[in-house]
Structures are given as structure tokens and as C-alpha cells.
């Protein structure tokens, strides 16, 4: 886990340092790509597990909760940080 914390970090460190460089700007368009391959690798990956697949229907409703769940936390943060750091200063 500290060396993903560290390589993060140091991805931190090298794009402020190079924010004025024009192919930086074009890694986002590079990174969901490297996304989308890598959800079509892990549902490849589900697929061919036998095991899984017959565990699925006994897991499924859990893991559709816990996915719910993480999902409304992500936005209920997002908007708490939204407006704790873009509100509008009382003129």
C-alpha cells in the first residue's frame, strides 16, 4: 500500500511541475482508456472464474448493496466538498 500511496504521490509531484506542457493535458484521454481495458480484463476475468459465476446469484443482492451504498457515500461527499470549497463568499 505505501508503494500505491508513493507512486501516486510522485504522479502528484511530476504533473504540477509539468501543468504548462501540452501532452500532459491528453493523459486523461490516456487514462480512461487504460480504464475501460482494465473493466473489459476484470469482466473477462469474472467470466471465466466457474466458481464465482455459480456463487454469483447467492452474492449478488450483497454486492448490489454494497455498490449502492458506496455509490451514494461518493456523492453525498462530493457534494459536501462542492460546497465546502466552491461556495460563494457573502458580498
Known amino acids: 500500500m505505501f508503494y500505491v500511496l508513493l507512486t501516486m504521490f510522485a504522479g502528484v509531484l511530476v504533473g504540477w511541475l509539468l501543468k504548462g506542457w501540452k501532452p500532459v493535458g491528453l493523459s486523461g484521454k490516456a487514462v480512461s482508456a487504460?480504464?475501460?481495458v482494465m473493466m473489459f480484463l476484470l469482466g473477462a476475468e469474472i467470466g471465466m472464474n466457474r466458481?464465482?459465476?455459480r456463487s454469483l446469484s447467492s452474492i449478488?443482492?450483497?454486492a448490489l448493496l454494497f455498490a449502492a451504498a458506496g455509490i451514494c457515500g461518493s456523492v453525498i461527499a462530493s457534494v459536501l466538498l462542492y460546497r465546502l470549497l466552491f461556495r460563494k463568499k457573502a458580498e
Open 60 to 62: 449478488g443482492l450483497q
Open 34 to 36: 487504460v480504464i475501460w
Open 51 to 53: 466458481e464465482l459465476l
